[in-house]
Structure formats: C-alpha cells, structure tokens
C-alpha cells in the first residue's frame, strides 16, 4: 500500500516573499513598451552567500510569507536575548570586580 506524501512546507523558513513585474521578452508584448507582466510572487534566501530566487504558486505565498516572517521574528527576539545577555554579563563583572578590589584592600 503506497501514501501520499504532500510537500510540506517547514514552520519556519529563511528568507523572504517579494512581488516583482517582469518582461517576457517578446518585441510585440506589451511589456516592451514598459507594461509590465505580474505581480509575480518569489521566495528569496541566501544559500552559500549567493541569491537563490525561486517561483511560488498562488496557493503557496501565504504559507512561505508566514513561515518567514516567523523566522524573522524569531530571529530578532533571539538577538535581543543576546544583547540582554551580554549587558547582565557586563553588569555582574563590573560588580565582581568592585567585590574583588574591596576584598583585596
């Protein structure tokens, strides 16, 4: 007995969703005259430090838009626990400090 496996888009993604206008290419179109074709929807990521543009369908933009901006938001709480980290960490050594100074006198 065979199951289907749906592709199943991960709950958070990196990257982000952007609509672009393009040009087909065609003398004749429309588009060569400056009317553009679109708005087309594309997931953009980083993979190995280049630009990876893929296409997505209709019904996939609200699936990959939420799952990035999840990872956005994910990702700037985590860099705000890390600042907050840091400044507690400065925080407590300048306070060992002042113990260590008093303890030595």
């Known amino acids: 007995m065979k199951t289907k496996t749906q592709k199943v888009l991960p709950k958070t993604m990196p990257g982000t969703v952007h609509a672009q206008y393009v040009r087909c290419g065609k ?8 009317e553009l074709h679109g708005a087309y929807y594309y997931h953009f990521v980083r993979v190995g430090g280049r630009l990876k ?13 939420k799952a990035c901006l999840l990872r956005q938001q994910q990702q700037r709480k985590r860099r705000t626990t890390i600042i907050s980290n840091w ?10 400090r002042e113990i260590m100074s008093n303890f030595a006198d």
């Open 53 to 65: 543009k893929c296409y997505l369908k209709a019904d996939e933009i609200k699936r990959v838009q």
């Open 87 to 96: 400044q507690d960490l400065r925080e407590i050594r300048s306070e060992l």
């Open 27 to 34: 003398s004749n179109c429309k588009c060569a005259d400056g």
